[in-house]
């Protein structure tokens, strides 16, 4: 055993070596282990005599005095795997790697609205620095999913068929399915220039450069820019930038749904996020599991989708549309897949309708919102089966319609299909400077259901086409077609 005047002593000098430290630490600052910067493979930089957390920020500064800002992404052995956040031009082996104290906080308060910044948080927009210091995590705070206030409210996004037939509740996180050039960017524009939102956050990430301006001037506008904030993050970004981007949104969209408000969360691209995360995780050696993608990029779609939502108290929500590119029109891509089994539903556009004329080329058939029971009444439900049935009915026998095939009177409800059909499309397109509200949408459809029903029981014209006379009320006829 040790004496008691040992271990008083041993004690006494313990507590002093730390008062030494302590106040050298506040005079020169807490001591630094650099590394040096040992090899580089495509955007992957690997430093060596220096420990830093995963998701610590490092700076490699040359000779030369050029600075590199990186962020650690994985480590092996001895070994740390960094990955930058901006250009990597000059930098030459045995460049000093400085660990910093950055933290990835995201910058957050009122001062952000009508704001563009980039994945950094730094502004874009020439408007001057953001001055506020509150500061929100990049990773965002986990919540306990019993604590969730539960989705009974529907939202009114402005379109006329998401409203009325695939309905939507707030704090609902939903998939926009499309290949590219299909409508997918003018729909979002249509959803943020109208859905019933105290704030818009818009992610814009992985997509072109040139379609930032477009969306900030052409399809927000000085009235729905006030009350949004777009982070950027387009596809020349660092795939690390673009994964930051993607998280500061939600992060943003977090802060104000803290605050009370009903957030509109849309991220354009949810596959371009994933598509970073393979990057980087195949830069840094992980293996490839489906179709080029590492199990990480799975592990980290739901850790980003999970975020939104209903918060903890009455009040906040985020509703969320994240934009999914399914490449050559594959449904079943990968990413596609894996969004639909973690999404609360999924909106998918048409490349066939797109190509025929149609705005919005909502695929009705394709289309489902999970939560529509829920916020939706019995009768409500009943009406759109009823569209549902007849416009799947007439899909079902297009080719034997088309080619003649089909002989008028053998089938009853295939015949009043084909009568319905001209209505049926007439209620699913919408100008895209239009906007139908939510009451609005429900009261033309069950118009459109009485009209139809009105129609079931008239004898068909030998044209075989609905008439005139059955076309419901109040139902804008004078669509543009234009995508």
């Not at 592990?299 to 549309?321: K, M, Y």
């Not at 009853?412 to 949408?441: E, G, H, T």
Request: aromatic share 4%.
């Amino acid at each position: 055993m040790t004496h008691p005047i040992i271990e008083k002593a041993q004690q006494s000098w313990v507590s002093a070596l730390q008062r030494t430290s302590q106040s050298c630490d506040n005079v020169c600052g807490k001591s630094r282990v650099e590394g040096i910067l040992t090899r580089m493979v495509g955007l992957t930089l690997e430093a060596a005599g220096c420990q830093a957390p995963i998701g610590a920020r490092c700076d490699v500064v040359t000779p030369g005095g050029q600075t590199v800002e990186t962020e650690v992404v994985g480590f092996a052995g001895e070994k740390l795997y960094l990955m930058p956040t901006s250009d990597i031009r000059g930098l030459v082996p045995n460049s000093r790697v400085i660990p910093t104290s950055h933290s990835s906080g995201v910058k957050v308060g009122p001062e952000l609205l009508g704001r563009v910044v980039d994945g950094r948080g730094r502004p874009l927009d020439g408007k001057g620095p953001i001055k506020s210091r509150l500061l929100m995590p990049l990773e965002g705070r986990e919540i306990n999913p019993l604590s969730r206030t539960p989705i009974r409210q529907p939202l009114d996004v402005g379109v006329r068929a998401i409203n009325a037939l695939t309905s939507i509740g707030r704090g609902q996180r939903m998939g926009l399915f499309a290949g590219s050039g299909v409508g997918k960017s003018v729909l979002l524009g249509m959803m943020t220039k109208y859905t019933a939102a105290d704030v818009v956050v818009v992610g814009l990430i992985g997509e072109r450069g040139r379609e930032v301006r477009e969306f900030v001037q052409e399809i927000l506008g000085p009235e729905g820019l006030k009350k949004s904030v777009v982070v950027a993050a387009p596809a020349d970004s660092s795939p690390l930038m673009r994964i930051h981007g993607a998280m500061q949104a939600t992060s943003i969209a977090e802060y104000y749904r803290d605050q009370g408000k009903n957030v509109l969360l849309l991220m354009d691209s949810l596959t371009r996020f994933a598509q970073a995360q393979r990057e980087i995780s195949l830069a840094i050696g992980e293996p490839p599991a489906t179709k080029g993608y590492p199990p990480s990029v799975f592990a980290r779609l739901p850790q980003l989708v999970e975020r939104a939502g209903n918060g903890e108290t009455e009040g906040g929500s985020i509703t969320a549309f994240y934009t999914v590119l399914v490449e050559g029109d594959d449904q079943n891509d990968p990413i596609a897949d894996s969004a639909r089994a973690i999404l609360d539903g999924h909106i998918v556009l048409s490349r066939a309708l797109a190509e025929s004329g149609q705005y919005p080329a909502i695929d009705i058939e394709a289309s489902i919102s999970r939560l529509a029971p829920q916020i939706m009444s019995a009768e409500q439900q009943q009406q759109v089966q009823y569209f549902r049935q007849h416009y799947s009915l007439y899909q079902q026998n297009r080719d034997l319609i088309n080619v003649g095939a089909y002989q008028p009177g053998s089938d009853p409800q295939i015949d009043l299909a084909i009568r319905l059909q001209p209505l049926l499309m007439k209620f699913l397109a919408q100008d895209m400077n239009q906007a139908v509200s939510l009451s609005q949408s429900y009261n033309e459809l069950q118009q459109l259901i009485e009209a139809a029903q009105q129609s079931a029981q008239t004898p068909p014209q030998q044209s075989g086409q609905v008439a005139p006379q059955a076309a419901a009320p109040g139902i804008n006829t004078n669509a543009s077609h234009n995508v």
